[in-house]
Each structure stands twice: as structure tokens, then as C-alpha cells.
């Protein structure tokens, strides 16, 4: 039986646990027919340990995005792998824990937060961009950035940065046939979102106010919309955000 990513060559960063949605968006994604290859920081021995549980073998590529000699080199080891690209899967946010606390936070520590979390989009997509000549699909995971979330602090306006580059690359890179769109996720229990300080209350949110019911415990949904928007079943959407939050985002009070 064949799958929607039959023939496909897609980059994911961001596989840390087994609990990452970009873990289940790589697994899902094999079993959808698409060949992968995934980048990893600071540890690229983790995500090779997390990789052996992917249903084929998966290559590990060290990138650190707010490395220029890493992006530099990027095309050519996914070359050597892969041949060219179809799809890219940004997973990657970061920021100092100083940036949890919005009032007191350094600009150093807020400047962290925007380069990883949001120019890194920018800065992947046009390291990729010589491998992927036909265009394709660039999929990217946000936090919906359309409010102030407890204890979420400058993550908040990092996200709402990331969302703002995802639309101006689907302008730019549209006349090449680059789709850039966004998942917005519900909150997962993966180590990204465990440290984030208070992430317990930030998730008490969904559980009264979900209308479908929400399982931290399962990132598998978000990676199945992933896959979905790497697919050719989205061919004329661009510049959009997917909610996968189990529809958290449409309740009013």
C-alpha cells in the first residue's frame, strides 16, 4: 500500500525523546513511504539513540541554526545522504531560563530566545534551499501566538516572531513553490515543554477547556498534521497555521 509521502526526502530537526512530536512526525513519515534525515543539537548521540526506535534507520547530521558554518554545510551533507530535499520539519525552540520572567528579562537572553526559536526558520530553509530546486514543503511547530500564556514569558513573543517569518517566507519563496505553514500544538509532555518553568499550569488549560479531549502523553496527532502539510494534499495552502490543540483555540470563555 502506498503512503502520501511515497518518494519524498525530508529533513526533521528537533527528534530529542520519544516523546518529541518531531519524533512522531519522523516515524510517521517513514511509515507514509518518505525517506528521512535528522539534525540534532547539542547532542547528536541522543537523537541517534532515539532514532534506532524509528521503524528504518535514520541519519543524524549535527546542525546548530544559530551556527553559520553549520547552515554553510548543511546542503552538502544532506546531499551526500539524500540526493535533494521535498520537506522540511523546523522543531526547535530555545530560550535562557532568564526569559521566563517577562519584566526582568535581559535583552541577551531575549535575543537567545528569537534566534533559535524564530530566525532559525529563515535561516534552515535557505541553507535547504539549493536542494530543493521543484520547491516543496516547510513545516514548522508553534505555541498559538495570538495570546499571553501563563508562564510562557518571551517564548510568547518568539513564537508570534516565528509565525510572522513562516508568512513572509510563503511570500517570498512562493514563485519557487515553497509551502512554509505551522502546526500550533496543544501542550505535550516532551523536554522542551517540561522546561519551561509552571508548564503544569499552562497545561491545566486543556484540560477544562478542550472540546475534544487532550492527552499530553500523545505528541502523535501533531506529528500526523506534520505529515499531512509535507504531503501533496495541501498543494495551494501557504502561510498557515493548523491547530492540532484538540480546538482550545476557537473557545471563548
Not at 511509515?31 to 541522543?46: D, H, K, N, W
Not at 501566538?145 to 517566507?169: C, H, I, N, V
Request: aromatic share 8%; proline share 6%.
Amino acid at each position: 500500500m502506498s503512503g502520501i509521502l511515497d518518494g519524498k526526502r525530508i529533513l526533521i530537526t528537533g527528534v530529542l525523546m520519544e516523546s518529541s512530536i518531531a519524533f512522531h512526525a519522523a516515524k510517521v513519515a517513514q511509515e507514509q513511504g518518505a525517506e528521512i534525515i535528522l539534525t540534532a543539537f547539542p547532542r547528536p548521540t541522543l537523537t541517534e539513540r532515539i532514532a534506532r526506535k524509528l521503524p528504518k534507520p535514520a541519519k543524524v547530521i549535527e546542525l546548530d541554526v544559530t551556527n553559520q558554518e553549520h547552515l554553510d554545510r548543511l546542503a552538502g551533507l544532506v546531499k551526500d545522504e539524500l540526493g535533494g530535499l521535498d520537506g522540511i520539519v523546523h522543531s526547535i525552540g530555545f530560550a535562557p531560563q532568564g526569559a521566563f520572567n517577562f519584566l526582568e528579562a535581559s535583552f541577551e537572553d531575549v535575543a537567545t530566545a528569537m534566534h533559535v526559536s524564530a530566525y532559525s526558520l529563515k535561516s534552515l530553509t535557505m541553507a535547504c534551499r539549493p536542494l530543493m530546486p521543484n520547491g516543496g514543503s516547510v513545516v514548522g511547530l508553534t505555541f498559538d501566538a495570538q495570546f499571553a500564556w501563563p508562564k510562557y514569558d518571551w517564548m510568547g513573543p518568539a513564537k508570534a516572531a516565528l509565525e510572522a517569518t513562516s508568512r513572509y517566507l510563503a511570500r517570498d519563496l512562493g514563485k519557487e513553490n515553497f509551502r512554509c505553514n505551522l502546526i500550533s500544538a496543544g501542550p505535550i509532555g516532551s523536554m522542551a515543554a517540561k522546561s519551561i518553568p509552571g508548564f503544569a499550569d499552562l497545561a491545566e488549560v486543556w484540560n477544562t477547556r478542550s472540546p475534544l479531549d487532550w492527552d499530553m502523553a500523545d505528541p502523535e496527532p501533531a506529528g500526523r498534521g506534520i505529515v499531512a502539510l509535507l504531503s501533496d494534499f495541501f498543494p495551494k495552502t501557504t502561510g498557515e497555521i493548523i491547530h492540532v490543540d484538540g480546538g482550545v483555540h476557537m473557545m471563548g470563555a
